[in-house]
T-cell receptor
Framework: ELKVEQNPLFLSMQEGKNYTIYCNYS?????LYWYRQDPGKSLESLFV?????AVKQEGRLMASLDTKARLSTLHITAAVHDLSATYFC??????????????FGEGTQLTVNP | DSGVTQTPKHLITATGQRVTLRCSPR?????VYWYQQSLDQGLQFLIQYYNGEERAKGNILERFSAQQFPDLHSELNLSSLELGDSALYFC????????????FGQGTRLTVV
């Protein structure tokens, strides 16, 4: 069974600081997704990482994927209050004969304080 | 706006009742996925339909069922509702089998009282 673990689960940081969220998964996958969720809202796609060594950046967020280590990181640079949200990583389980699904991590609740 | 439409946005119902949640996928997407988000279980995959056929099943209770219609919209039916079924139910769609992105709807917040 595929397990996806994130840490930390809660992160309180000051504006202007840097931090990294980690996502480990238990079985082989060559792709990984990061989502953002504001309270009570939908999941917004942030990054789709499709290969080993993939690195993508959008604003103050940068995501990377190491498929050999089964690890993805989401790095936050110079945090601002608007980044406060819950961040999820998700790993697809793809089976040719039986479809596909995303297995999500527990989520990292990020609070950026002024 | 992801292009995935879910209705209704909110639903309050009593225990023992039955409700239907509706999802319209993005134009051109053939796969529809249903997920349940609750405080104690997190985000859990329920079921996937691809072009009208069930393709993958997750932790979906027997009291729950789903279908995808010829126009590709999908419905999730929840019956004999219990307090523990209160959750946010998301529908997502993708072009194929998660080759690329899955796009999520706004969700239906179900409250069972």
């Amino acid at each position: 069974e595929l397990k996806v673990e994130q840490n930390p689960l809660f992160l309180s940081m000051q504006e202007g600081k840097n931090y990294t969220i980690y996502c480990n998964y238990s079985t082989t996958s060559d792709r990984l997704y990061w989502y953002r969720q504001d309270p009570g809202k939908s999941l917004e796609s942030l990054f789709v990482l499709l290969s080993n060594g993939a690195v993508k950046q959008e604003g103050r967020l940068m995501a990377s994927l190491d498929t050999k280590a089964r690890l993805s990181t989401l790095h936050i640079t110079a945090a601002v209050h608007d980044l406060s949200a819950t961040y999820f990583c998700a790993v697809p389980l793809l089976k040719e004969t039986s479809g596909s699904r995303l297995t999500f991590g527990e989520g990292t609740q990020l609070t950026v304080n002024p | 706006d992801s292009g995935v439409t879910q209705t209704p946005k909110h639903l309050i119902t009593a225990t023992g009742q039955r409700v239907t949640l509706r999802c319209s996928p993005r134009s051109g997407d053939l796969s529809v996925y249903w997920y349940q988000q609750s405080l104690d279980q997190g985000l859990q995959f329920l079921i996937q339909y691809y072009n009208g056929e069930e393709r993958a099943k997750g932790n979906i209770l027997e009291r729950f069922s789903a279908q995808q219609f010829p126009d590709l919209h999908s419905e999730l039916n929840l019956s004999s509702l219990e307090l523990g079924d209160s959750a946010l139910y998301f529908c997502a769609s993708s072009e194929g089998h998660l080759n690329r992105e899955a796009f999520f709807g706004q969700g239906t917040r179900l409250t069972v009282v």
